[in-house]
């Protein structure tokens, strides 16, 4: 009896040891990031194709915060590594780099990516299956659908709301204009902002005689100038990638120097550096305007001023530093922590409690070129 009873405590024994070991390899297996040295952040842009010019903008902007918080002795003690891939600026690029980047480093901890909508889309339900927090810098709100069905995806980018205010301040300061034509892509970029347009070209009055929307691929810059300058409209708004609008812009200038123009973000960033051209003189803008502060870093380490929306990339890095330091550096709690980020500099406004994608509380500004300068329209 007593034989048997050692072999039975014998074999209890074994059972619970084999059980531990097994709890602790699954526990380990389910946080591969826990003992990370570093705070592995991946980044998907588009070095290469169309969106390339914003990819160096961006990644300027988020290898600066990154060498500010590593030269300051990281963030909780670790220092923060980052990974890079090449989308080509396309949505199949963006879906490999991503599937690339969390194979070769599956213990990242953040992924820091796309930059324009139709990039950004394609990744989205990758980032809900591997469960990895991905961060946009800068797609806006009101293109990604159903907020409640992007769990691990968020964006600092700005919200098309924030276009109101600026507005409805070009038409109060330009109270004669009667007539709006509204060129923008059929996108999920321009589509939302030649809505907003519309809506407050009508709040304010201002008939909309013809609204044209078209495709990236299919566009014709002559024959579009053509089809809604033919309507006489006092103002024509464009929305579309910057190197586009300004060749629309400077088509309309060259068939009638009479009408008012106003286009989205991004016309002059390229222009940022360099001199404006004769033929931009007198276009209204919408932008968002960079902290002083943020533009002078950048300025002396790359010797050219940011794209606006460029500081939305400095400013992710320092939200994503904000909340590892909220979860005391424990990963399973990052994502939660993300959203209890508040975040506040002189021009910026971040509140992730708001929502994936719709934290970004910052005010667009409306600019004006004017004796070959840009200047803040007040």
Known sequence: MN????????IIIIILIIWGISSMNEKDSGNLNSENETIKI??????????????????????????????????????????????????KGAVSSFNKLTFSHPDVDFVFGELWNFLAGPIIPIANEKKITTISPSIINSSLGDINLDKYFFTAG??????????????????DLKKITILNLNDSWGT???????????????????RDQVSIELFDYRSNVLKIIAEE??????????????????????????????TSNGIFFEELSKKIQPFHEGVF?????????FEEKYLEEYG?????????????????????????????????SLKKVKYQTKNKSYDFSKGNLDSNRSEASLFKVENGEIILVE
């Not at 700005?158 to 109270?175: A, G």
């Not at 939302?192 to 013809?210: Q, R, T, W, Y």
């Not at 939305?312 to 939660?336: F, M, Q, R």
């Open 158 to 175: 700005h919200r098309v709301e924030s276009y109101e205010n600026p507005l409805n301040m070009f038409f109060e300061k330009n109270k």
């Open 304 to 336: 050219m001023y940011p794209m606006f929306e460029s500081q939305n990339s400095y400013e992710t890095v320092n939200i994503i530093k904000k909340a590892i330091e909220i979860s005391k550096g424990d990963p399973d709690k990052y994502l939660e």
């Open 192 to 210: 939302p902002v030649g809505d907003k347009v519309e809506e407050i070209s009508n709040k304010n009055n201002v008939e909309v005689v013809l």
């Open 285 to 293: 803008f919408l932008d968002w305007k960079n902290d002083a502060e």
């Open 233 to 262: 409209p006092d103002v024509v708004f464009v929305a579309s990638y910057g190197f586009l609008e300004s060749q629309v812009v400077e088509i309309i200038k060259e068939k009638n120097p009479e009408i008012k123009i106003m």
């Open 42 to 91: 991946g980044a998907i842009m588009g070095f290469t194709g169309i969106a390339s010019q914003w990819a160096e903008h961006h990644k300027n902007a988020m290898e600066l915060a990154v060498d500010e918080i590593n030269n300051s002795g990281g963030v909780l003690g670790k220092e923060i590594e980052v990974f890079f891939e090449d989308s080509r600026s396309e949505s």
């Open 3 to 10: 034989k048997n009873l050692k072999i039975l405590a014998g």
